[in-house]
């Protein structure tokens, strides 16, 4: 038997659609694979009552088809599903790192990137790497067709996740087809903005380069809250705020001293709205771990 606790993630980080993705030291998957003749699959912890244990629904069963790689594969939620948290890519990324290693298949982490991605695929329609593939390397990534870039950053963060549920095929449905130039050119320059702050752990750069004007506004409609929970932020000394991934959880950039207020502030401001929530009082981490 092999066990591996796989990180949630974020993905887009305001600026970096489809691109960005950080892995988070908290919440997390632990998953536990054992040889067998087929595959089976059995789901507990937090909305495992909402995961399929058909492996032919399931994230993990694409990743051990993947890698011809049978097992009884045990996963233990705790990042919950439709969250921004890249739950799907925590088992994808935590089954794929495990049955690698079970089965002595020899592949790296970069290389387990595309298969963990085939995982993915069963959830979103297609087979994309922004959360698996810091899910599997850690740190800051870009991902682009054919690479991924991997950056150490020592970033404090604090995700806010309300109850309420996002799906990552709605969230995509509303993403704008066309864009005016001006707010491609603003992208973009937060883009590098956000990128230089991740290379220098600085959380001011990282802040700033969380604003855009394409995705994020659109998305944000989809979350009951949005607005007042980013002001409240912004006011408890956060220095930029953002979607996480497709939602409806809500990233925050902050100083490490700053975090425990923002987290505060980010739940009274659901609560101003109506809706329960918790903070992840979080930071940039490492990648899934193999014990």
Known sequence: MRTVRAPATSANLGSGFDV????????????????????????????????????????????????????????????????????????????????????????????????????????????????????????????REDEVTTVEADIALVACLPEIAVSTRDARRVVPSHADMEDVVHTVGSAATLTVGMCRSDPELVGRGMDERLVTPARSELITGYGGVRSAALDAGA??????????????????????????????????????????QTRVSDGATLF
């Open 239 to 280: 220095t930029g705020v953002t979607v996480s991934g497709a939602g409806p959880s809500v990233l925050a950039a902050c100083y490490p001293d700053d975090r425990r207020r923002v987290a505060a502030a980010m739940i009274d401001g659901f609560e101003d709205a109506g809706v329960e929530a918790r903070a992840y």
């Open 20 to 143: 960005f993705g950080v892995a988070l030291d908290r919440p997390a998957d632990v998953i536990r694979v054992e040889r067998a003749s087929r595959t089976t699959i059995d789901v507990t912890g937090v909305g495992s009552q909402y995961i399929p244990e058909d492996p032919e629904k399931n994230v993990v069963g694409a990743v051990a088809e993947a890698l011809d790689a049978p097992a009884h594969i045990e996963i233990d939620k705790g990042v919950r599903p439709s969250s921004g948290l890249g739950s799907s890519a925590a088992s994808a990324a935590g089954a794929a790192l495990a049955l690698n290693a079970l089965y002595g298949r020899g592949l790296s982490r970069t290389e387990l990137v595309p298969v963990a991605a085939e995982g993915e695929a069963v959830v979103s329609g297609e087979a994309h790497v922004d959360n698996v593939a810091p899910a599997l390397l850690g740190g800051f990534t870009v991902a």
